[in-house]
């Protein structure tokens, strides 16, 4: 917190009586009071952006204040869980290769074979539409003319053997006496009648079928086949470039698949990079982290041990190089901050070593205010040399605000503001009093300087 102190109060005037006072010119100076915090110019923040892996499991961690050389582990985490999954993802990039390279394979079989499929549905087309042409213009009706004639000619037959066997019997009547020959030949001749006549039977049956059944199923047959060939090729037509195109994306979408697995790959791969943070030089590893001028702990230091996890994203550790300069880093109130400017020169003290003087320079004060409303400060040390100030380390700064020769002060309670201002109550010479416009100066706790309006000597009236 910050406080005003007066080292030599301006006011030190005789009084006449109670609640007055006579004014007297005297030197005096402000001196502006504060805490601060020792903190390293150069610092390397420890903290995890990873790629991908969000688990950090602390395996072992250097102690906080531990005094570190050049590569030795400061955190190490525990890597089982991300080398199986480097394992798994490299089978996956394998197997995801393979398919792709299949599915490649696949596309170029494709793009040759489609034209001649679609050649082939074509010509199947064509045919067909051909063959039920023929069909119908031609081949039914020479097909019903060939069954009508093979019935009149084993009609034909029928009667010509029929005819043969008339005649024999006519002519073997005429003897008296038929001979075994003959016989022979009459039985052979009506096994022929016989058998004609059976085939033509036959020949009616297989007529009336073709020219009632066959030929009409045939038609129905080709009709058909020429429409599912139609449709074959219609189809054909359509589907398979639609088939080659879904390949095509297939394969894009593989191989953006396999990117994507590789990708994440090189991510978790580069993330094992991170199990084991190393000191880039000697130095001094601390727990917790410097951000915007203030040393961070909180509740994450709880877990920065075995077995922790450690935060992503956010800094949880620091290293300081060895021979780092320490700065001086403060927060001032805004009246501290209105009245410094830089330049401005103090001393800091340590605490617990207030016997040792640290000459102390404001180099940088923000014009602002931070989100807790007060104003960051950074302060160069000269560090004598039984002061080491350790990173994180508290100082109170001193420094001078504002220092004049000579001038008049009152008490701040004694200054009234009405019409014309700012106004003390000074008494005459006759004992009464007036109110006397009076120039403020600066206000430093329970004092004012007066720029104008009263002389040394007057008697002013203090309520």
């Not at 299949?102 to 067909?128: G, H, I, V, W």
């Not at 008049?408 to 416009?437: C, I, N, S």
């Amino acid at each position: 917190m910050t406080r005003i102190h007066h080292l030599i109060p301006a006011l030190l005037a005789t009084a006449a009586q109670a609640g007055e006072i006579t004014l007297e010119e005297k030197p005096f100076h402000i001196v502006q009071e504060f805490s601060a915090t020792a903190l390293p110019v150069k610092n390397t923040p420890i903290r995890l952006d990873p790629e991908a892996w969000s688990s950090f499991k602390i395996a072992s961690i250097a102690e906080h204040a531990a005094a570190v050389k050049k590569g030795d582990a400061l955190v190490v985490f525990e890597s089982e869980d991300i080398d199986e999954k480097i394992t798994e993802m490299k089978r996956s990039v394998e197997v995801k290769a393979l398919e792709l390279a299949q599915a490649e394979l696949d596309l170029e079989t494709m793009e040759k074979t489609l034209p001649e499929k679609l050649e082939r549905l074509k010509r199947s087309a064509d045919t067909a539409a051909a063959d039920l042409a023929y069909f119908l213009g031609t081949r039914r009706k020479a097909m019903e003319e060939s069954a009508t004639q093979s019935l009149k000619r084993q009609e034909q037959n029928l009667a010509s053997v029929k005819e043969e066997l008339k005649q024999l019997l006519q002519m073997y009547e005429a003897d008296d006496i038929t001979e075994d020959t003959e016989e022979i030949i009459l039985k052979n001749q009506r096994d022929q009648v016989a058998y004609q006549e059976f085939a033509l039977r036959m020949e009616i049956l297989n007529t009336k079928r073709t020219i009632e059944v066959s030929l009409p199923r045939e038609e129905i047959s080709q009709t058909e086949k020429r429409d599912d060939t139609a449709l074959s090729l219609a189809e054909g037509q359509k589907e398979l470039p639609r088939s080659l195109a879904l390949k095509k994306l297939e394969v894009a979408g593989m191989k953006i698949a396999l990117s994507d697995l590789r990708d994440s790959l090189a991510d978790i791969e580069k993330d094992r990079a991170l199990f084991e943070v190393k000191a880039p030089s000697d130095g001094v590893f601390y727990h917790g982290a410097i951000e915007d001028g203030k040393w961070i702990t909180g509740d994450l230091i709880k877990t920065l041990q075995p077995g922790g996890l450690a935060p992503t994203e956010k800094t949880f550790a620091t290293f300081i190089p060895a021979g780092s300069e320490m700065s001086v880093i403060a927060f001032l109130k805004q009246e501290s901050a209105a009245a410094l400017t830089a330049g401005a020169e103090g001393i800091a003290t340590l605490n617990g070593r207030e016997d040792i003087t640290i000459p102390v320079k404001l180099t940088g004060l923000s014009g602002s205010p931070g989100t807790d409303g007060s104003y960051p400060a950074t302060f160069t040390a000269t560090w004598p040399k039984e002061a080491s100030p350790a990173a994180g380390q508290a100082l109170v700064i001193r420094a001078v605000s504002y220092s004049a020769g000579k001038t008049l002060t009152v008490p701040t309670k004694a200054l009234k503001f009405g019409p014309q201002g700012w106004t003390v109550e000074v008494k005459l010479a006759d004992g009464k009093t007036e109110a006397r416009a009076v120039t403020r100066g600066k206000d430093y706790g329970e004092n004012t300087e007066i720029a104008a309006g009263l002389e040394a000597g007057q008697v002013v009236i203090v309520p």
